[in-house]
């Protein structure tokens, strides 16, 4: 079994499906056992995939089936406590000793501590390490390595390792996250990863990938992944604020008529119908993703490293955008609760915790928004030299003459507004560095004057992608629906197009013949929808499935016994175990009889 699961590229897709351990697979079981993250996260979620796209057949054959049958727990520490954007600066060094064909881990100083892995505080005995490998004297940059950390029978830290937690953060708390340094500790020859670059037994360094990136691979397949587990976090925080919303009742807008429920204010509408939306728009451009991703794994196999490049640009720009944007808006939907909301038992802390983090880790927003800015302005220039671009830029053609896109407001003609945004702000900024340049700046000063409308031009690329996956897919998945089903994801995908033009409407009366007028009919549509889509709004997040165990929410339950829920939880807090608690008599007391 497991000799299917490995096949060229960074991981094979195939096989993990056939284990059934897709995210949504594994998130669903974790989080209905665990409740909160679980410690073996990384351990499935980076270690494994790592051993998968990293190691030769034989190291596969040596390590996947201890893995993946629990024998030996992993994760994945690459982040220092002084780098984890800038992989290259990592410190950890990994020198390879000829005379005992053995690398020598090595952490110089206190910046060089691997930080943060997920498991490693106190759940792992394994771990893929980082580090910069050296050989004959020279160092060949940071290379992914097998090290052994724990003992499998004590537990105990093996000689030379000095591991442990980091201690409470906003979120993850149940995720040990560690740190390791070492010192002088020898691992064998073999545990380096040795798919893409290996090191013979005299020393000899041969680069064996097509691409120098490659390496990066498991970070590529977790960003793809995260795509998919933003829109299924924020479907779950959409859940349970529309839910609530339909049981609480407040205020009095019109004398003599009952307390309407909140769901039925506009303004609840609109906090809360582009997180279905969203959760919607996420979820079809993810497995777009997929899909692109699984076509260039295809492509590698082939030995065609082309389409990497591409695929580098998008899984950036999706992870930052997907994860920004359900971060905000899993904040919204507890807005959207007042007060309850704000209880850890409705769970909109913690899926919030959780997502907010996801804008950090794997790739902080910024720092993949610059990257898909690299291919942006590469790709431009390509175009001016007459290049062929490729497809997901095929839109740029339109900004070849430099004229403005007039105004059309169609859903199709939405989408292509969002394209000239994207064009129009990917132009901007190549004029930006080229004006810089002319004034005398060498080409690193002249990007970094421009890279905050750099950001803005992927963040504009980004939004055009998922306008245009999410209507085009929307319209070949509901071919064949009834027409009731087709109207209704209609409405949602037009209400994110019209949501997102409002709220780029500098942009669009920028790079498009876009009016004050056509605002005010944007305005007016998009109020329509609203109200249009409220009728179906419980429908729709009981659409999304989610059982009570795993919703795990007081506001978010399925029989909507909101008020039962919150007092039975509060009964059950320790603090209400006694009617009295000790420190009334200890300190309370006596400081109210002026005996402290
Ligand atoms: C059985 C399986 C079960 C599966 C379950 C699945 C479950 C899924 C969910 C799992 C959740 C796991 C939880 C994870 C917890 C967090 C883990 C971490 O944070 S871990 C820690 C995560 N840490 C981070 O994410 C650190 C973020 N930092 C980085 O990624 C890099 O340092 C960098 C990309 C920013 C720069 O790298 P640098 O080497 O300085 O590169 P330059 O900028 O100089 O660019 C040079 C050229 O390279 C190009 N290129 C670059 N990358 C790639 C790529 N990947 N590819 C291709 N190309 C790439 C670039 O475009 C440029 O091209 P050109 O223009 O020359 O043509
Ligand atoms: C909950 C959690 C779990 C994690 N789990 C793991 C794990 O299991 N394994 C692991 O190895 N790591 C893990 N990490 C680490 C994570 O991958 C890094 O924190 C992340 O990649 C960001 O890097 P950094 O912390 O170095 O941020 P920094 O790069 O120091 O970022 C600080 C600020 O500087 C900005 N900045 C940095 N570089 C640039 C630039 N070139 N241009 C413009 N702005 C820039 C950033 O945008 C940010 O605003 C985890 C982190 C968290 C929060």
Known sequence: ??????????????????????????????DAFFKEISPFLLHF???????????????????LPLAMDLKIIGTYAQTELGHGTFIRGLETTATYDASTEQFILKTPKLSSYKWWAGGLGKTANHCIVLAQLYTKGVC??????????????????????????????????TADNGFLGFEDFRIPRENLMMKNAQVTKDGTYVKVARHGKLTYGTMVF???????????????????????????????????????????????????????????????????????????????????????????????????????????LIEQCRFACGGHGYMYSSNLPALYSFATATRTYEGDYTVLLLQT???????????????????????????????????????????????????????????SIRKHINNGMDYEDAWQMTTVQLVGAAEAHCRAVICRVYRDETARLTAGCSPGVKAVLDQLSTLYLLYWA??????????????????????????????????????????????????MS??????????ERLMEEALKTPLNREPVSDSFHKYIKPMMQGKL
């Not at 979620?45 to 390590?63: H, L, N, R, S």
């Not at 329509?528 to 059982?547: M, S």
């Not at 007081?554 to 008020?563: A, M």
């Open 140 to 173: 060949h940059g940071p290379h992914p390595f097998i090290v052994q950390i724990r003992d499998t029978e004590t537990h105990m830290p093996l000689p030379g390792i000095k591991v442990g937690e980091i201690g409470p953060k906003l979120g993850f708390n």
């Open 45 to 63: 979620g980076m270690f494994v995939p790592t051993i998968i796209g990293q190691c030769t057949p034989e190291q596969q054959a040596k390590w």
């Open 502 to 551: 409002l709220e780029r409407t500098g942009d669009l009366l920028r790079f498009s013949s876009l009016s004050e007028r056509d605002i005010e009919n944007l305005q007016a549509r998009y109020e329509a929808l609203l109200l249009k889509i409220r009728p179906n709004a419980v429908g729709l997040v009981d659409a999304f499935d989610f059982r009570d165990e795993v919703l």
């Open 373 to 431: 800015a690299r291919f942006l302005v590469k790709s431009w220039e390509q175009m001016d030299e007459g290049k062929p671009l490729t497809p997901t830029l095929a839109y740029l053609e339109q900004s070849r003459n430099g004229s403005q896109v007039s105004w059309d407001d169609s859903p199709e003609g939405i989408v292509r507004g969002f394209d000239a945004v994207a064009a129009g702000r990917i132009g901007a900024c190549v004029k």
């Open 222 to 328: 977790v960003r793809v992944m995260l795509v998919s587990d933003m829109a299924y976090c924020l479907a779950k925080a959409v859940t349970i604020a529309v839910r609530y919303s339909a049981v609480r009742r407040q205020s009095q807008p019109k004398p003599d008529q009952p307390e309407p429920q909140v769901l039925d204010y506009l303004t609840q509408q609109h906090k809360l119908f582009i997180c279905i939306s969203t959760a919607h728009a996420m979820k079809l451009t993810s497995t777009w993703l997929w899909n692109t991703f699984t076509g260039v794994l295809a492509d590698m196999r082939d030995g065609n490293t082309d389409t990497l490049p591409e695929l580098h640009a998008l899984s950036s720009c999706l992870k930052a955008i997907s994860t920004s944007d359900t971060s905000a």
């Open 1 to 30: 079994m497991y000799g299917q699961i490995v096949r060229d590229g960074l991981v094979n897709v195939t096989g993990i499906e056939d284990l059934g351990l897709t995210s949504p697979v594994l998130q669903r079981t974790s």
């Open 554 to 563: 007081t506001l978010g339950s399925y029989d909507g016994r909101v008020y």
